[in-house]
């Protein structure tokens, strides 16, 4: 003890002068001292000399000379480590701090006291003054504690209520925000480390101040987002706890059982300030209650907030408040159920597991009798919710609708079967059907779906991994009043939810009759029958209570193999699946009377409407696609036997010239070939060959009314290999006659088959083709090996007696003729018995129909022609008896494509005779520079001075493109025919026109790229038409017989082709 005394008194000694010099110089070097002095103070001292600590600080708060605000900051930051390391057990001490504390930041009345607002002081004073209450007060002792919750100081609670209050809702800094709510909760002694009787009296005593309160705090939470999310956080933890304190129904029965509130000492007791407490009778928890109601339904709309933290303080604020308030609060259960419901499928997976602890737990113990029945609630908040879910996806606020949307997702999971009660309903039934149709509504305006156009998609691709095909558009749904991907899935898990619980016969049905009724719910009620049924088999359903997906499931599956049955039939059906999805749709031609309908449907609408129109019956063809693919992955191996049913049309749709539709159709044959155990496409459609090929044989001798059946056999050739070959020889004929009878009409159909079995044998027989072009040529000069050596010996003395005269050279010529005649007569027996295989056959009669539509009036067919007779050229490069008779057959009017109106099409005409030169080699040598190359050299020659010092803008010109393949390719087209002499002069003539530096840059360096072949064909003319151009020295000879060369350019002097003739002088070729 004596030791103790003594540390005291040292630290007395050390401290004493410093606070006298506060005393009497209020500087803030004299208080940064004293703090500097305490920090080296042990805190068992601290105690005994707080009084004497304070008491400077205290009567330089009290006295009149104002001081600047960092003094007064300094000042209550010392304060506050003298209190943080004390406890306060005098009220008059604590009174006196309290006091002022809060009168330093609060505006004074024109009575002298604080009207409880916050003065407009500088942040740091103002944050240090509420850290000083926050631990003024938890360093008071409970006798303090208690006087302060008194009747009697209830005017200087409430001012320090009031300026927190009013800090926490006006101030800026977010520091100092979080700080004023602290300490406010730190006021109102929530911790909980009171036994029931005191916190009865805590509640009596801030029941006064619980509408402001409440009020400002449910202002802070549903404010701006910018504010930050620990602000919001903070302010849901003390509205809750103070909510708890005073609504709790425990506390609130306690207190009417003990009647009035005591007034602590002998002090009277103003009836002004007798006023202010509030007795907690019924009828106040019945009004306070409600008018709860009112903020939690504000507060209802955070739930979607952007950050985890503030959603986790709303889903413990919702059970904490269901915990402990059901009686008082009992209008705000459906709100609060309301708020965890819509936070189950939260993204972040601590939300959602506390959301659904809590509503475990709240489900298996709300068995109150003053509580209507849960289900009762959810039913009615489901509703309400449907009722007004169409106006609230129409609303701007992204996370608005998210949060919507998850309550109804968390109100049809936590209701489970009870559901069926509802949907039993009819208007609920209505109303929540009308509410879906309404949010899945599309947006069909977007010109990519109906302008995107299909490429061969998928070949050789394993149905597990669609996704991995760059080919593959997986057509994007854009809807009309969201574009969220959360939102969709959001509501996909909605449908699948009432297809789980539900009953799916009903829904089904229901939904039919919605597609049934307008055109304008057609594609909505597609979209939600196919996740119904996804639902229905407990595929993709996000629920948090079930979790025997697959038993569910099997218990449904006649059910659902019944509903597939008809939804096949409803979907394949001609008025459903054959929609004009193309302004090029002939309407001229017979058809079905639901085309005709549709035809006459789309001609009378309003021309502006015809791209929505399209758009929206290629989606609605997508929707039924999808739904197919569904139904595939929904029965599993039972969906077999419905196969036949659903593959002709679904391979018809992947050879659809729309992309989305044609991908639409890839994905759910993967969908299919996943559940029938098929490794790929191609093993699909090659097991049922027979089956597809007999459809289509019989759909073309009705044509008219099935005009898309070539493209079924178009999509077999693309995926199946050379084994169906055999199979479709009588269909390709038939595809053959079809396009002799449908010349003008449907011509270019036909010939997108043919090109396509063309393709098809080009890459079945490649490599046979490869192999023959490997094999090295016999070479005449080599010796044969196997050469008898008696032979040799028998003709050398046969030649002997020639000479000799012994035997005449009649004779011998005679036995060479006769020799000779029956090896001929061999060789063309073996000729005539030699057939040319099936798939050459094939390809001839392809070609000989490209002579005719080679002339078509129609420049795509003639395009897709030209394609055809060079991938004919290709496939036919091994079999060169074949091919050369059927160049020489379709070459006439192939020639007259050089002069085409379309240069797109003389383009395309330039790279078929590629292909041609590359196959037949110098056969068409002759007939190229007499009747091909004088019309390419001479739109060369013609464009050159038009394409010279022309803008950039020509560069985007169809001549331009057509020039620059002409340029590029004619080198090449002379090396491979061996084009030399006067025809390659004619060539170097005028490809030198392009070396101009006037000439655009892409045609000068393709320029220079083609004279360089032409230099390695025969350099020396190259040479001297170069030097006409441009040489850069006079030549003359060291033999005086040559006289000098002469150019027509004068030697070493520039011109605009002096850079690119430079560049070729200088290649080895030249000699330079």
């Not at 969201?482 to 939810?497: A, G, P, S, V, Y």
């Amino acid at each position: 003890m004596e030791a103790y005394n003594c540390y005291r008194q040292l630290a007395l000694d050390k401290l004493r002068p410093l606070c006298v010099k506060l005393s009497n110089d209020h500087s803030r070097k004299n208080i940064s001292a004293l703090t500097k002095a305490l920090e080296e103070i042990d805190r068992g001292y601290i105690q005994d000399l707080q009084e004497y600590l304070l008491y400077p600080l205290r009567m330089i708060l009290k006295e009149s000379t104002k001081y600047s605000e960092d003094f007064y900051t300094d000042l209550f930051t010392l304060m506050e480590k003298i209190l943080g390391c004390t406890r306060v057990w005098k009220w008059e001490l604590f009174t006196d701090i309290f006091t002022l504390s809060c009168i330093m930041i609060s505006s004074p009345s024109d009575q002298g006291m604080g009207c409880g607002k916050a003065t407009a002081k500088s942040e740091d004073l103002k944050a240090a003054v509420v850290q000083n209450i926050k631990t003024l007060v938890s360093k008071s002792d409970y006798s303090i504690i208690q006087k302060l919750f008194s009747i009697q100081s209830l005017p200087v609670l409430g001012l320090a209520v009031s300026i927190l209050l009013d800090l926490a809702d006006t101030e800026k800094c977010r520091s100092l925000k979080v700080s004023a709510i602290k300490c406010l909760t730190e006021l109102s002694q929530v911790d909980g480390k009171y036994c029931n009787r005191v916190r009865v009296t805590l509640g009596d005593t801030f029941a006064s101040f619980l509408p402001g309160i409440t009020i400002t705090l449910c202002k802070i939470i549903t404010g701006d987002q910018k504010q930050g999310h620990s602000v919001i956080a903070t302010a849901i933890y003390a509205w809750t706890k103070i909510i708890g304190l005073t609504m709790d129904d425990i506390l609130i029965e306690e207190s009417q059982k003990k009647g009035q509130p005591s007034i602590t000492g002998a002090e009277p007791v103003d009836d002004k300030i007798r006023k202010l407490a509030i007795k907690r009778d019924s009828t106040w928890v019945e009004i306070t209650g409600n008018k709860i109601n009112l903020l939690v339904k504000q507060i209802c709309k955070v739930r979607g907030h952007s950050n985890w933290k503030v959603r986790m303080a709303l889903a413990e604020s919702a059970g904490s408040l269901l915990q402990g308030c059901t009686r008082s609060l009992h209008s705000s259960i459906p709100d609060f159920l309301e708020i965890l419901v819509g936070l189950i499928s939260d993204e972040y997976p601590n939300v959602a597991n506390k959301s659904r602890k809590i509503l475990n737990i709240f489900t298996h113990t709300h068995l109150g009798t003053e509580c209507r029945p849960l289900v009762e609630m959810l039913e009615e908040n489901l509703h309400n919710l449907s009722m007004s879910l169409p106006r609230i996806i129409r609303s701007v606020d992204g996370n608005r609708k998210y949060s919507a949307l998850s309550l109804m997702s968390g109100y049809i999971d936590l209701l489970g079967s009870d559901i069926n009660h509802l949907l039993m309903s009819s208007s609920h039934l209505k109303r929540l059907s009308i509410s879906l149709i309404q949010v899945f509504e599309l947006d069909t305006t977007d010109i990519k779906i109906i302008e995107e156009r299909t490429s061969w998609i998928g070949h050789n691709a394993d149905f597990i991994s669609p996704v991995h095909v760059p080919d593959v558009i997986k057509p994007r749904k854009n809807f009309k009043h969201f574009h969220d991907k959360k939102i969709e899935k959001e509501l996909k898990n909605i449908c699948r939810l009432l297809g789980y619980y539900g009953s799916i016969s009903l829904l089904v049905d229901h939904f039919l009759d919605l597609f049934h009724d307008s055109i304008l719910h057609k594609m909505q009620a597609t979209m939600i029958i196919n996740e119904l049924m996804l639902g229905a088999a407990a595929m993709g359903v996000n629920s948090y209570q079930e979790k025997d997906f697959e038993e569910r499931r099997e218990n449904n599956i006649e059910e659902l193999e019944a509903i597939v049955e008809m939804l096949i039939d409803e979907y394949l059906s001609p008025s459903n699946l054959c929609l004009v999805t193309s302004p090029h749709h002939n309407h001229s031609v017979r058809s079905t009377p639901e085309n005709r309908l549709m035809a006459l449907e789309l001609m009378t609408r309003d021309t502006g409407n015809n791209l929505a129109t399209f758009n929206r019956n290629i989606i609605q063809i997508c929707l039924y696609l999808e739904g197919i693919g569904s139904f595939a992955k929904v029965l599993k191996d039972r969906y077999i036997p419905f196969l036949m049913k659903t593959i002709y049309p679904l391979l018809e749709k992947l050879g659809d010239e729309t992309a989305y539709i044609s991908s639409t159709a890839y994905l759910a044959l993967c969908d299919i070939c996943h559940v029938c155990q098929y490794k790929s496409i191609g093993e699909l459609v090659q097991r049922n060959s027979d089956y597809l090929v007999n459809a289509i044989s019989l759909r073309l001798r009705h044509f008219y009314e099935n005009m898309k059946s070539p493209l079924v056999l178009k999509v077999m050739l693309q995926y199946s290999s050379s084994d169906i070959l055999p199979l479709i020889g009588d269909t390709v004929q038939e595809i053959l006659e079809s396009l002799d009878d449908n010349y003008e009409e449907e011509a270019l159909l036909f010939l997108s088959v043919l090109n396509e079995l063309v393709k098809a044998v080009l890459r079945w027989f490649t490599d046979s083709m490869e192999t023959e072009k490997k094999q090295p040529p016999p070479n005449p000069h080599r010796i044969d090996e196997n050469l008898d050596v008696v032979s040799y010996i028998k003709e050398f003395l046969h030649l002997k007696k020639v000479s000799e005269g012994e035997v005449s050279e009649s004779e011998t010529c005679q036995d060479d003729v006769a020799e000779e005649k029956a090896e001929e007569d061999e060789e063309m027996q073996t000729e005539q018995k030699k057939e040319p295989p099936l798939h050459v056959k094939a390809v001839k009669e392809v070609m000989l129909r490209s002579k005719h539509l080679l002339s078509s009036r129609n420049p795509s067919v003639r395009l897709l022609t030209l394609d055809t007779i060079a991938s004919s050229c290709q496939a036919l490069r091994s079999h060169q008896d074949e091919l050369l008779p059927m160049i020489h057959e379709i070459w006439l009017p192939f020639t007259a494509r050089f002069v085409d109106q379309e240069k797109i099409v003389t383009k395309k005409a330039v790279e078929t005779l590629v292909t041609m030169a590359e196959t037949s080699g110098d056969f068409i040598c002759r007939r190229c520079t007499k009747d091909v190359f004088p019309k390419m050299l001479t739109f060369l020659e013609k464009q050159a001075e038009i394409s010279k010092g022309s803008s950039k803008a020509y560069l985007y010109t169809v001549n331009f493109k057509l020039q620059q393949s002409i340029l590029s390719r004619i080198g090449m087209l002379c090396k491979q025919l061996g084009v030399l002499g006067n025809s390659l002069d004619l060539v170097s003539s005028v490809c030198v026109l392009y070396l101009s530096a006037r000439q655009p840059s892409v045609l000068q360096k393709i320029a220079l790229e083609t004279c360089t072949v032409l230099i390695s064909l025969d350099p020396d003319p190259m040479w001297l038409r170069l030097c006409d151009l441009y040489h850069p020295k006079e030549f003359l000879s060291y033999v005086p017989l040559f006289k000098p060369v002469k150019f027509k350019s004068s030697p070493g002097k520039r011109n605009e082709f002096t850079d690119n003739v430079v560049k070729l002088l200088k290649l080895p070729e030249m000699g330079s």
